[in-house]
């Protein structure tokens, strides 16, 4: 059952269903090579998130961070350390996008210190990146360094702006998308390249990447 009336041809229940097809899909290319219908298979998948907030009325902010979420998708998915870093750089403009969103849309970092189980999640998210920190900065080369620190504050600052919120789809999604982050950075730079472990962790990241963002969504449609 579509959630909008009007059925498939409605465009905001076409951009779901394409959507969820198109992250369907990617779980196909997840091991591939880099390729053109690679890149747009997974861009897809958030674009048309972008595309249904839009059509929804959400907050513009929400639609930005969607829409350079895609952008970043895209990089990602290409070889090379420029595109890695064109990727590493979109998603930090998203992740901004989200702690505005979710500064503004919540309720003040005094709930996160009122209530001990969102304090206990912030502190385990502040725990999470200053470990991933420490062990990423002994493995990447000095110009990565950098951009990976501001990259990881930005990320943790998000999770700590969605525990200001009173909806349980953004906190969840939010955690989602520290959990896929984590899992990317440790099979990118952590992990042997001959592990066996990367192929599941690739798995593992584009899944839970996809349900962070569509958790985010539904919580701002079901406000």
């Not at 206990?120 to 950098?146: K, Q, W, Y």
């Not at 730079?189 to 066996?196: D, E, G, K, R, T």
Request: net charge neutral; aromatic share 12%.
């Amino acid at each position: 059952m579509l959630p909008f009336p009007g059925g498939v041809e409605d465009p905001s229940n076409g951009s779901i269903v394409f959507s969820l097809g198109a992250a369907l899909l990617y779980f196909l290319f997840v091991d591939a090579k880099p390729s053109l219908p690679r890149s747009g298979v997974k861009t897809l998948a958030i674009g048309l998130l972008a595309v249904l907030a839009g059509l929804q009325g959400l907050p513009l902010l929400l639609i930005a961070a969607l829409a350079l979420s895609a952008l970043g998708d895209w990089f990602l998915s290409r070889d090379g350390e420029g595109a890695f870093l064109a990727g590493l750089g979109s998603f930090l403009f998203a992740h901004i996008a989200y702690i505005a969103l979710f500064s503004m849309a919540g309720e003040g970092t005094q709930i996160v210190v009122d209530e001990p189980w969102r304090l206990a999640v912030a502190a385990a998210m502040a725990i999470f990146a200053v470990t991933m920190l420490v062990m990423l900065m002994r493995e990447v080369g000095p110009d990565l360094r950098f951009p990976i620190f501001v990259y990881v504050c930005a990320i943790v600052l998000m999770g700590v702006a969605a525990l200001s919120m009173r909806n349980p789809w953004v906190i969840a999604g939010a955690v989602f998308f520290m959990a896929s982050d984590g899992i990317l950075a440790a099979e990118r730079f952590l992990v042997a390249a001959i592990s066996p472990h990367r192929v599941w962790m690739r798995f593992a990241v584009w899944g839970l990447y996809y349900a962070a963002q569509a958790l985010i969504v539904a919580g701002f449609l079901l406000r």
